[in-house]
């Protein structure tokens, strides 16, 4: 079946301008997380979803960054004032459950020059 | 001190050969442990879990010790295929989120 999707796959943004980047789960998977991995650095997590509860933000390095999940489905990363320092891939991953498996998408590759 | 703590490598060896990872945690409440492999530019994949009790599929072995706070991952007759990044993966207490290591890069050769 169809794993989790990410668009774009590359983003190039110039410093100061808003990005958005968008997740679609697997079908029926109730959890959503996003991470980010910079370049030499290990994945660190973001911001997580389970159903209808409050998500967990303690992950997001600033008010820049924020995110929804529409219809506990897809959900959408926004980047404010983008700095060179955002640069970056951001993956998504859901699982079936918060104790499942979380399979990961291709991530995006975000560039801010 | 970081959470989670790998050897970043590169750990070069020729096809056939056994290597093994090692992982230190430092959170002492972590519950669930994991490896996972990441290839080049791609995204990252479980691997298998980590029991306290050790756990075996195929060719790869791993070990937890809880007294240490450290994981392993032993990797036995190393095939060309198995050149990626190795990531020791930490869950603690109730919260979903994975910690990951900074990985350990293994490149098997002819």
């Known amino acids: 079946g169809a794993g989790v999707s990410q668009s774009p796959s590359n983003k190039v943004t110039e410093k100061g301008k808003d990005v958005e980047l968008r997740c679609d789960p697997i079908s029926g998977h109730t959890a959503l997380y996003w991470y980010r991995q910079s370049l030499g650095q290990g994945l660190e997590f973001l911001i997580y979803f389970q159903g209808n509860s409050a998500p967990d933000k303690s992950g997001l390095p600033s008010d820049r960054f924020s995110a929804e999940r529409t219809g506990g489905s897809v959900s959408t990363l926004t980047i404010q004032r983008t700095q060179q320092e955002d640069s970056a891939v951001y993956l998504c991953?859901?699982?079936?459950?918060?104790?499942?498996?979380?399979?990961f998408g291709p991530g995006t590759r975000l560039t801010v020059t | 001190r970081k959470e989670v703590e790998q050897d970043p490598g590169p750990f070069n060896v020729p096809e056939g050969a056994t290597v093994a990872f090692n992982c230190t945690y430092s959170n002492s409440a972590s519950q669930s442990f994991f490896w996972y492999r990441q290839d080049c530019r791609k995204e990252p994949k479980l691997l298998m879990s980590v029991y306290s009790s050790g756990n075996e599929d195929g060719r790869f072995t791993a070990q937890l010790n809880r007294a240490s706070q450290y994981i392993s991952l032993l990797i036995r007759d190393s095939k060309l295929s198995d050149s990626a990044t190795y990531l020791c993966v930490v869950k603690s207490g109730t919260a979903s989120k994975l910690t990951f290591g900074t990985g350990t890069r293994l490149q098997v050769t002819l």
């Open positions: 991953a859901s699982s079936l459950a918060p104790v499942s498996e979380q399979y």
